[in-house]
T-cell receptor, first 111, second 116 residues
Framework: GENVEQHPSTLSVQEGDSAVIKCTYS??????FPWYKQELGKRPQLIID?????GEKKDQRIAVTLNKTAKHFSLHITETQPEDSAVYFC??????????FGRGTSLIVHP | DAGVIQSPRHEVTEMGQEVTLRCKPI?????LFWYRQTMMRGLELLIY????????DSGMPEDRFSAKMPNASFSTLKIQPSEPRDSAVYFC??????????????FGEGSRLTVL
């Protein structure tokens, strides 16, 4: 089955800095890569996703990149703000529509 | 739609008691998932259903755990008997699969279980 590795487990940045979270996956058949944000005490919610037919997608301050050859994808957050503090989960999904999640990255943005 | 609805939001019980968690998925969604979240193990998939049929329950930790989906709008996760190590947040999620649909998961608010 699919295996998703996510790094780092904890990321601490100053407000205004950029943050990058990286994930690797094992199943070359995976074709959909969502990112979820979970604020403290809340539910995970989708913030951005990318499909295998594109290499990059951007939405305001967040962007995702995908390298299918190397089987890795990344989340980039620019100009971080305290409200970006949360746990971020990457996932890889194949034709079964069943996502495999990474272990999560706790992002802390210091004012 | 009100989203995925879970109950109870919080449950505190004593070891050995039966616990039943409930979930109402988003209307029209054909996939339903039960996840367990802990600090140590992250988000673990316990079981998922497609069109009310359990497809994969390999994540269910023990026979003490069981899940049902009697119809398209209701599912339960039962733990009997409960143990302190079952303490976690249990999330239900639903999605619409097939064709060009995204497969995005919509999570409920979660049920925080504490077993004393």
């Amino acid at each position: 089955g699919e295996n998703v590795e996510q790094h780092p487990s904890t990321l601490s940045v100053q407000e205004g800095d950029s943050a990058v979270i990286k994930c690797t996956y094992s199943d070359s058949a995976s074709n959909y890569f969502p990112w979820y944000k979970q604020e403290l005490g809340k539910r995970p919610q989708l913030i951005i996703d990318i499909r295998s037919n594109v290499g990059e997608k951007k939405d305001q301050r967040i962007a995702v990149t995908l390298n299918k050859t190397a089987k890795h994808f990344s989340l980039h957050i620019t100009e971080t703000q305290p409200e970006d503090s949360a746990v971020y989960f990457c996932a890889a999904t194949g034709g079964s529509y069943i996502p495999t999640f990474g272990r999560g990255t706790s992002l802390i943005v210091h004012p | 739609d009100a989203g995925v609805i879970q109950s109870p939001r919080h449950e505190v019980t004593e070891m050995g008691q039966e616990v039943t968690l409930r979930c109402k998925p988003i209307s029209g969604h054909d996939y339903l998932f039960w996840y367990r979240q802990t600090m140590m193990r992250g988000l673990e998939l316990l079981i998922y259903f497609n069109n009310n049929v359990p497809i994969d329950d390999s994540g269910m930790p023990e026979d003490r755990f069981s899940a049902k989906m009697p119809n398209a709008s209701f599912s339960t996760l039962k733990i009997q008997p409960s143990e302190p190590r079952d303490s976690a947040v249990y999330f239900c999620a639903s999605s619409l699969g097939g064709g060009i649909n995204t497969g995005e998961l919509f999570f409920g608010e979660g049920s925080r279980l504490t077993v004393l």
